[in-house]
């Protein structure tokens, strides 16, 4: 009975966060906990506890995903090490399942853990994928998520994002003073640290597209500049020597450039400059304000908005700043594009005099769709499966903001729990 | 050599007392739509005279006091001065050249309701319109820097669409003047010769 209220809850929460999949067929997934060979004392607990957490994260994990509802590890039957790699199918025939997660947890001599898991197909009755890791016994956590990733792509054909960060500015004090530091966590709100300690107001952290390193802009000194620094906090540098104020920064997807924008006397163009510093090249002439610079997933194209026309538009030109054309035609103003990492989409923020809203089109400009309307809901920036938005709401009144994920399906956004208010997310492509 | 000695003087002078702070100038004149310092506003002196403690407050309000204003204000998505902002900028310039030894930052805000990236942009262009403007009143544009603060310092503390005129703004924010020094291209005064 508490199972099916269970599922009957689950399904509910998918149709409520649905998304585009719901077009797809839902994959029901049974998730067992991972049994142990001999359960062993470790430094992050007994194999046989760390089995049901990683199981519990996995759940947690492919919980989030719209496509998948997975079950367990409660009121699933258990099974030995051996039956990991080959299931037998018709034990798990009566589940109401898809498809089974096995695996298991195994102690090393070397005082690590091996996390195998695997993903059958119980209707076809073949193995969808596998992973195996060793690891720290601490770090069961970032097995779980690595196995739950491959799991998502195995189903959904996309990258996963449970294993990946989110970096973003804490922001604490009153309005008008406020104090800004720099934060990452995992992409669910755990694993929560500090970059900077707010001596400076800080924006706009932007993550390189292999996590290691964070591009930020920084008040240091009294002119704000964009700084590069390293996810461990080393490292710290001004990105360009220059006295003209530097500002919105982003990665190129290689990682060896970072592009971003620079004020002269009035004037804002894009300009773009090797990550490790060097002679920025400029890339806008207009005598407009260009900025907002962020690359397409295979570096060749740039999507920007500028109020050349009157209005904040936005803009995709050449890597080179050739070839510079108007995309957005919706209505409002458009500003602050996000490319999506599989290239199909940009996501954008658009004021129409009443409210703020994020919204995303095709790099063309067509298929425009509205995704949320708050009062002020920007600066959306793309998980690394280019199907969920997080992005920065602030309620009317008392300017109170915080941070909100949705899905390119639409429905209603979920609130992603901060230790302070947080602005100006930013999350990271997946680590594989 | 003498001027040297002088110079030497003038610095034991204030680093004997550190908030104290003569300056070499003769005090501004009162002229056409330039008034009279209000009663009680200390008037500066020579180095040895009895000076007035030249404290960054004092400046403030006394910029405040005469220029009408630090601060102008824009429409939304502008940097056009309008005819107010223009005949505070007059009367702020006017202050400045006559207060040559305290430099200004220029520091420009965006409303809340601009993007991040966009307000830093508009910020700068509202605080390059005015640093122009003084500049073409006659401000030595070594005096002057700019800086903008994008949305990062609201003047309303409220979130709401009523607040963007307040926080589009530009201030003359002034800086605690040094020691006094001496501009080669204007002589010095009779009584050090």
């Not at chain 1, 920007?378 to 499966?385: L, M, R, T, V, Y």
């Not at chain 2, 700019?146 to 609201?154: F, L, T």
Request: neutral net charge; charged residues 15%.
């Amino acid at each position: 009975m508490r199972f099916s209220i269970s599922n009957l809850a689950l399904f509910a929460a998918a149709m409520v966060a649905g998304s585009s999949a719901q077009a797809q067929s839902q994959l029901v997934i049974a998730v067992p906990q991972l049994p142990t060979p001999r359960n062993v004392e470790t430094e992050g607990g007994q194999t046989g506890v760390i089995g049901i957490q990683i199981a519990q994260q996995i759940v947690s994990d492919l919980r989030t995903a719209g496509s998948i509802y997975p079950t367990g590890p409660d009121g699933l039957r258990h099974y030995t090490p051996t039956e990991a790699g080959a299931p037998q199918y018709p034990n798990w025939a009566n589940i109401g399942a898809g498809a089974l997660v096995t695996g298991y947890v195994q102690a090393r001599d070397d005082g690590r853990i091996t996390v195998a898991c695997y993903l059958y197909d119980l209707k076809q009755r073949r193995e969808m994928t596998r992973k195996g890791f060793v690891v720290d016994p601490k770090e069961w956590r970032l097995a779980a998520h690595r196995c739950a990733g491959a799991f998502f792509t195995a189903v959904t054909k996309r990258p996963g994002h449970f294993d990946s960060r989110i970096a973003y500015v804490a922001a604490t004090g009153s309005r008008t003073q406020p104090v800004k530091r720099i934060a990452i966590m995992n992409w669910d709100g755990t694993d929560h640290s500090y970059l900077t300690q707010g001596e400076v107001t800080v924006t706009s952290p932007r993550l390189s597209p292999d996590g290691q390193r964070i591009t930020y802009m920084s008040f240091a000194g009294g002119m704000p500049h964009v700084r590069v620094v390293d996810i461990d906090g080393s490292n710290d540098r001004q990105l360009v020597q220059s006295q003209s104020m530097s500002f919105s920064p982003r990665f190129s997807p290689d990682g060896r450039s970072i592009a971003f924008s620079m004020a002269i006397d009035g004037n804002t163009d894009i300009y773009i400059v090797d990550a490790d510093g060097g002679f920025p090249r400029r890339l806008t002439t207009t005598p407009g304000i260009d900025t907002s610079p962020s690359f397409s997933p295979d570096g060749s194209r740039i999507v920007f908005e500028s109020d050349r026309g009157g209005t904040q538009q936005i803009y995709v030109m050449n890597a080179d700043g050739s070839g510079q054309r108007r995309i957005s035609f919706g209505g409002g103003a458009n500003s602050a594009p996000v490319w999506s990492p599989d290239g199909e989409r940009i996501a954008f923020t658009r004021w129409t005099g009443a409210g703020i809203g994020i919204g995303v089109m095709s790099p063309t400009g067509a298929n425009e769709k509205m995704l949320t309307s708050g009062w002020q809901d920007e600066g959306p920036s793309w998980a690394p499966d280019s199907e969920w938005l997080v992005f920065q709401r602030t309620q009317q009144g008392t300017g109170a903001t915080s941070l909100y994920t949705v899905t390119v399906g639409g429905g209603e956004p979920k609130l992603l729990a901060t230790p302070t208010p947080g602005t100006d997310p930013n999350w990271s492509g997946a680590a594989q | 050599m003498i001027r040297a000695f002088i110079l030497l003087a003038a610095f034991a002078g204030t680093a004997a007392s550190a908030q104290y702070q003569p300056y070499p100038y003769p005090p501004p004149q009162p002229g056409p739509g330039f008034p009279a310092p209000a009663p009680g506003y200390p008037q500066p002196g020579y180095p040895g005279m009895q000076g007035p403690v030249l404290a960054l407050p004092v400046l403030e309000a006394d910029l405040r006091a005469r220029a009408g204003s630090d601060t102008v204000r824009f429409g939304r998505d502008s940097y056009v001065l309008t005819t107010q902002a223009q005949a505070t900028l007059t009367s702020q310039a006017q202050w400045l050249i006559q207060h040559p030894f305290v430099r200004a930052s220029i520091e420009g805000h965006a409303d809340g309701r601009q993007t991040r990236d966009y307000a830093f942009a508009l910020g700068e262009r509202r605080a390059a319109a005015v640093r122009n403007y003084l500049i073409a009143s006659g401000v030595p544009p070594q005096q002057l820097q700019i800086v903008s603060w994008g949305r990062e310092r609201p003047a309303a503390a409220a979130a709401h669409d009523a607040t963007w005129l307040q926080n589009s703004r530009v201030v003359t924010v002034l800086k605690q003047p040094q020691e006094p020094y001496f501009q080669p291209q204007q002589p010095l005064p009779q009584q050090y010769r």
